[in-house]
């Protein structure tokens, strides 16, 4: 997993590519989530576009950033997901949790809004 | 020649408890996928499962011990698929696997694994048989074109 | 992944005699190579003693029928690798095996494929000892980086 | 295996590309240079450039290709060989059999030279 990270505005964005998997990927996300939390960011938007493959453990950390964001009164939001990660994140139900959007433009207004 | 036959096939890979071969697990079934059967459709999905039922192996049946083995089965026979993922620990009582979409657990971190490869593969079964070994049975129906090898001789 | 951990690996695949699979031996042995430590610049030519050692087994040990079987094992012990290809015939006579490199067997259209294996792996032997099966196992040494030993005996 | 067949003057090019292995290509490759025989052509280029495998039963059916050629007054030549194939023909003695050459303009003009 590669990721670069920038702000739109008030809002941090972390472009993930690659594959977030158990020992690949998923730990260092929850890291990067983290590290924007820590750093005071209030409104987060994570840019899945480029990410071409999630497991379980995946779907886990980013469950696992989104309630450390709650407790902190962070939001999280979800962009550019595949159809293949969209399809996981209905399986799991997880899109009942997520905010998700089609584009980090999308998902940035929603914050501006 | 053959090219509706549904022919037998047996494969077999067996590695040391570790995390780092998942991949090799990836990159072997996507090698042979074709040639078992298995429309281009379903291999990221039954990719997905075959990684979770390792990780499974090495983390919760094995605990990571290097000197355990895990086992990775995959046969053809007829128009099934059968694929079974064997540790070195002693199992788990399957009443306790709870639903992870249940809204109780929809904000746990863990417990996806199991509840992902059954939504994609036609069936599971856990194997207790065996003596010293935990099994994950994963079947696979082969259907339409996808059932019926490609090659030529 | 750490090539230089000298980890015990294990494959095998099973299947019936027909010269169709000779193409899925190769792509499995593509997609493993790297995580067995095989370098790179040695991945075609024992792809190649990998083909010739199967088709041997499909055409001469079982004679085509399907009914029997070619069964492939790859081992990784320490820092070798040992490829094992049975067939369920009765093996042959190595002293008959002549040398296709001699101004009279030049011009014979067959008789290359041991040659050639033997020009690409660190040693061959003949596997006799399996009740109802004829094995040839070919071993390759796994040394550092670039000193792989290549088309010299 | 695929191939391409046109004639150069008085010289047949056969230009083979793919893999040339035993059941696939290996016996085609003999019948393509057979048929050239028994349309008359004297002079045969056999263009390898395109191929990027060949095993001990392509190597057979190059070497009878040759044999029938030469039972028939056909010349064969070889142009384009990748390195392994070129390595190929060297450990196996076959570079003693076949004129090899760089590329088919100079097989050609070998002919006409
Ligand atoms: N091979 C196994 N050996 C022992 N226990 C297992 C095995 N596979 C799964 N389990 C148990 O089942 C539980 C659920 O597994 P799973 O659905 O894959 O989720 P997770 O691995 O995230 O916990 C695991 O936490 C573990 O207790
Ligand atoms: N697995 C086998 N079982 C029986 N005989 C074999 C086997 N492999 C090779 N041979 C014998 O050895 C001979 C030489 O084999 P090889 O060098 O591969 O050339 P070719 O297959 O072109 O004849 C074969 O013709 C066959 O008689």
Known sequence: MSFKAYDRGKVSVLELSGRITLGSGDVKMRELIKAQIDAGKKQIVVDLGGVSFIDSSGLGELVAAYTTARRNHVSIKLANLTKKIDDLMEITRLASVFDTYGSVDEAVESFNG | ?153
Request: net charge negative; glycine share 10%; proline share 5%.
């Open chain 2, 1 to 153: 020649m053959d090219n509706g036959t549904a022919e037998d096939l047996t494969l077999r890979l067996v590695v040391q408890s570790h995390l780092r071969y998942t991949d090799l697990f990836e990159s072997l079934c996507r090698a042979v996928f074709p040639e078992f059967g298995i429309p281009e459709e379903r291999t990221d999905w039954l990719c997905l499962s075959i990684r979770e039922a390792v990780n499974n192996a090495v983390l919760h049946g094995n605990r990571k011990d290097p000197a355990k083995t895990v086992e990775f089965e995959m046969e053809r026979r007829g128009r099934e698929v059968t694929i079974r993922v064997w540790d070195e620990g002693g199992g788990f009582d399957r009443s306790k696997l709870s639903d992870p979409t249940s809204p109780e657990n929809l904000l746990r971190p863990s417990g996806r694994g199991i509840f992902l490869i059954r939504q994609f593969v036609d069936g599971v079964r856990f194997l207790t048989e065996r003596p010293g070994h935990f099994g994950m049975e994963m079947r696979v129906r082969l259907t339409g074109a996808g059932a019926a090898p490609q090659g030529e001789e």
